[in-house]
């Protein structure tokens, strides 16, 4: 088993420690929180070892060259990758795919992505670097997730739907197959999406209409 460390100390980063640990790939060093208030002594049963700047120490100390950004927020999540490949450029980052969810021959799975219990990836679909496809989420045939973009739990898409980077689908959404989902965007929680949405754009909705503007990295969580 590969030594590994996961950042962040929320609820989600239980969750993956969960798919981590299911997978049986993986030997938990321990865990990296963002920030000194989140600081405790262990996240669901894990030693927090300290937090981002520790880094460089945490990896000679530890010998682990692996690690899982274990944050929610599309933004926030690249924006730990920076800092971890600033400190430590050689850093090494996982995918993580629960035993129970169910992907189809042909999926490609790019580096940092995790797969949750129950969700479905169907033929020849494609998962970009740093996403997240929640629990009992799926994407349907020769669909693509951009980087850094994520399923909420119970998101279903479609045949070949295409979400930008950064952009979230929110619990319970739903889009129609061929349908683009510009970059940046968040389609709200129980949308019914049956057309195109834009780039950098807040939606919801049934049917999902455009409701404003977004900023990337404004929170949607
Ligand atoms: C899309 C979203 C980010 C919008 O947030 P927001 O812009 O801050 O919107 P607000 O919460 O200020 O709500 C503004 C209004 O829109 C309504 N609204 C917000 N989201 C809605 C949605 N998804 N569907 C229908 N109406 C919605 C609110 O009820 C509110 O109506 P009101 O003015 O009559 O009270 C949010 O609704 C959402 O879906 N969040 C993601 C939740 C999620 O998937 N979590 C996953 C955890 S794993």
């Known amino acids: ?38 600081v405790t002594n262990q996240v669901f049963g894990c030693t927090v070892l300290g937090q981002d700047d520790d880094l460089p120490r945490i990896v000679r100390e530890q010998e682990v060259h692996y690690g899982i950004i274990a944050v929610g927020d599309n933004f926030l999540r690249d ?50 670097r740093f996403c997240i496809v929640n629990t009992n989420a799926s994407l349907d045939h020769d669909s693509s997730l951009g980087d850094f973009s994520s399923l909420a739990p119970g998101a279903v898409l479609g045949g070949n739907v295409r979400v930008g980077a950064y952009s979230a689908v929110c619990i319970g959404a739903m889009v129609k197959q061929d349908i683009v989902i510009g970059e940046h965007s968040v389609v709200g929680a129980g949308a019914i999406v049956m057309q195109d949405v834009p780039g950098y754009s807040v939606c919801f909705g049934q049917p999902c209409r455009f409701v404003r503007e977004r900023v990337p990295g404004e929170s949607y969580l």
């Open 1 to 38: 088993m590969k030594r590994i460390v996961v950042f962040g100390a929320a609820g989600h980063a239980r969750v993956v420690i969960d798919v981590l640990e299911k997978t049986r790939l993986w030997d938990i060093v321990g865990v990296i929180s963002g920030s000194q208030a989140a």
């Open 79 to 128: 924006r730990i990758r920076r800092k971890i490949l600033s400190l430590c450029p050689d850093f090494q980052f996982a995918t993580a795919v629960h035993p129970d969810s169910s992907i189809a021959r042909g999926v490609a799975i790019s580096e940092g992505s995790v797969i949750m219990a129950g969700a479905v990836v169907n033929s020849d679909a494609r998962i970009g």
